[in-house]
């Protein structure tokens, strides 16, 4: 059974950094596209980042373009989400989601196959 563990979650101040791990266990994390999403109190799960299997394709959103990164070390079976520059806006669980079917990077909560607990980011003004 494929699963995913995050942390590197924390309280920071606007204009601040993070970075988020999300290690993947039970399974060969280079079989599967990568992502993170965030889900703020009262509302809907957002995408934030995805990853191609190798690693030699990303996409982000224009909300974290410039100030969010993903990026992946398959020999470690982990996956990152550098921050900067993060916003009282930021604030919300993050997840990280594995997807087992898809060589590109899929956008779309539905696409996913298997989810993280999630890790609470909160940034103050």
């Given at each position: 059974?494929?699963?995913?563990?995050?942390?590197?979650?924390?309280?920071?101040?606007?204009?601040?950094?993070?970075?988020?791990?999300?290690?993947?266990?039970?399974?060969?994390?280079?079989?599967?596209?990568?992502?993170?999403?965030?889900?703020?109190p009262g509302k809907?799960?957002?995408?934030?980042?995805?990853?191609?299997?190798?690693?030699?394709?990303?996409?982000?959103?224009?909300?974290?373009?410039?100030?969010?990164?993903?990026?992946?070390?398959?020999?470690?079976?982990?996956?990152?989400?550098?921050?900067?520059?993060?916003?009282?806006?930021?604030?919300?669980?993050?997840?990280?989601?594995?997807?087992?079917r898809r060589v590109?990077?899929?956008?779309?909560?539905?696409?996913?196959?298997?989810?993280?607990q999630g890790t609470?980011?909160?940034?103050?003004?």
């Amino acid at each position: 059974q494929v699963q995913l563990v995050e942390s590197g979650g924390g309280s920071v101040q606007a204009g601040g950094s993070l970075r988020l791990s999300c290690v993947v266990s039970g399974g060969t994390l280079s079989m599967y596209a990568m992502g993170w999403f965030r889900q703020a109190p009262g509302k809907e799960r957002e995408f934030v980042a995805a990853i191609t299997r190798s690693g030699g394709g990303t996409y982000h959103p224009d909300s974290v373009e410039g100030r969010f990164t993903i990026s992946r070390d398959n020999a470690q079976n982990t996956v990152y989400l550098q921050m900067k520059s993060l916003k009282p806006e930021d604030t919300a669980v993050y997840y990280c989601a594995a997807d087992r079917r898809r060589v590109g990077v899929p956008a779309v909560e539905s696409e996913y196959d298997y989810w993280g607990q999630g890790t609470q980011v909160t940034v103050s003004s």
